[in-house]
C-alpha cells in the first residue's frame, strides 16, 4: 500500500494566487482529514469527511477555504486567494473510521505565500 | 481544553536512556493514541490503548492510562538518536485532537 499520497509537496506561490492542494487517501479508508501545522498553532484540524460527505468544516479559518472530496478516493483543499498566513505545512490523513481509530499521514504539501 | 496536554514541552536525553513523556485530558475518553512526527515528516501512528487498559506495549514503547487521573504517560526504553522526534497524544471527540506535542531530543 502506498500510503497517504499528497501532492505537491512544496508550493511556492504569490499572495492572491489561488492555491490547490491533492490528497489520495488509502483504499478502503472512509474518513479523510486535512490538518495545517505551524510552529504558533501546532496542529490544527480544517476538515474532515467521512464517506464522502463533509463532518466538520469548523476548522476551516474562512470562506477563503474549500474542501471537496469529489470520490473515495480523491480530495482537495483549495485556498483562493491565498494570504502569507496561509503559509505552513497541511496534511491530509485517512483513516478506517470516523475518528476513533488510528489515522494514516500523508507526507504533507509545505506552502510558502510570499 | 478537550485537547491532550503533554508535559514536558521538550527533553533531552543521551542514548541508552528512558524517556518518559505524559499528557493529560479533561473529559472521559473511549481510546487515548500516541503519534510520533520526525522532522520535515507526517504524523506516525504508535499505539493506541483503549480505556478499559491500563497498560500496552510495542516494542521499546510502553503506554500507561490511568483514567481516574485522566493521564497517560509514554515511555521509550532504550532510547536511540533516531527516536528524535514530536510525541503527540491524542484523544477521540468524534474526531481526534491532538496536544501540542513533546520534543524528544536523543544524543548520541
Known amino acids: 500500500d502506498a500510503g497517504v499520497i499528497q501532492s505537491p509537496r512544496h508550493e511556492v506561490t504569490e499572495m492572491g494566487q489561488e492555491v490547490t492542494l491533492r490528497c489520495k487517501p488509502i483504499?478502503?479508508?472512509?474518513?479523510l482529514f486535512w490538518y495545517r501545522q505551524t510552529m504558533m498553532r501546532g496542529l490544527e484540524l480544517l476538515i474532515y469527511?467521512?464517506?464522502?460527505?463533509?463532518?466538520?468544516d469548523s476548522g476551516m479559518p474562512e470562506d477563503r477555504f474549500s474542501a471537496k472530496m469529489p470520490n473515495a478516493s480523491f480530495s482537495t483543499l483549495k485556498i483562493q486567494p491565498s494570504e502569507p498566513r496561509d503559509s505552513a505545512v497541511y496534511f491530509c490523513?485517512?483513516?478506517?473510521?470516523?475518528?476513533?481509530?488510528?489515522?494514516?499521514f500523508g507526507p504533507g504539501t509545505r506552502l510558502t505565500v510570499t | 481544553s478537550q485537547q491532550g496536554e503533554e508535559d514536558p514541552q521538550a527533553l533531552s536525553i543521551q542514548e541508552g536512556e528512558n524517556a518518559t513523556m505524559n499528557c493529560s485530558y479533561k473529559?472521559?475518553?473511549?481510546?487515548l493514541q500516541w503519534y510520533r512526527q520526525n522532522s520535515g515528516r507526517g504524523l506516525v501512528h504508535l499505539i493506541l490503548?483503549?480505556?478499559?487498559?491500563r497498560e500496552k506495549h510495542s516494542g521499546r514503547l510502553r503506554v500507561t492510562l490511568d483514567t481516574s487521573k485522566k493521564s497517560s504517560s509514554l515511555l521509550i526504553t532504550a532510547s536511540r538518536a533516531a527516536d528524535t522526534a514530536s510525541y503527540f497524544c491524542?484523544?477521540?471527540?468524534?474526531?481526534?485532537?491532538f496536544g501540542q506535542g513533546t520534543e524528544l531530543s536523543v544524543k548520541p
Open positions: 490523513a485517512s483513516s478506517s473510521d470516523s475518528g476513533y481509530y488510528e489515522q494514516y
Open positions: 483504499s478502503g479508508h472512509n474518513s
Open positions: 469527511f467521512n464517506n464522502n460527505v463533509p463532518i466538520d
Open positions: 473529559t472521559s475518553i473511549n481510546n
Open positions: 490503548i483503549r480505556s478499559n487498559e
Open positions: 491524542a484523544i477521540p471527540r468524534g474526531k481526534l485532537i
